[in-house]
């Protein structure tokens, strides 16, 4: 196994930890920004419309994969530079 992937291990589970966290919050921020007071609907909560339910699923799976994707890049980027070599 190399070396890098070794290292890159632990930072990755901590900053996937840190994303999710990070993630949430930024979806709770959009969710009221684009005009909604309560929380974003859960699926089978009655009181909400199809469209809300998947427009929040929609968007909270979008900001998830971005901030994963942003999170895991600049990873395996601080990675390299310690060990010289990308952790894949």
Request: avoid cysteine; proline fraction near 3%.
């Amino acid at each position: 196994m190399k070396a890098s992937k070794i290292v890159y291990k632990p930072v990755g589970l901590a900053l996937g930890a840190t994303g999710g966290a990070l993630a949430g919050a930024v979806f709770g921020q959009v969710w009221k920004r684009l005009g909604h007071d309560e929380d974003a609907p859960d699926a089978t909560d009655e009181e909400r419309s199809w469209r809300e339910v998947l427009l929040a699923a929609t968007l909270q799976g979008a900001i998830f994969a971005f901030v994963r994707a942003v999170i895991d890049r600049s990873g395996a980027t601080a990675v390299k530079r310690l060990t010289g070599t990308w952790p894949g």
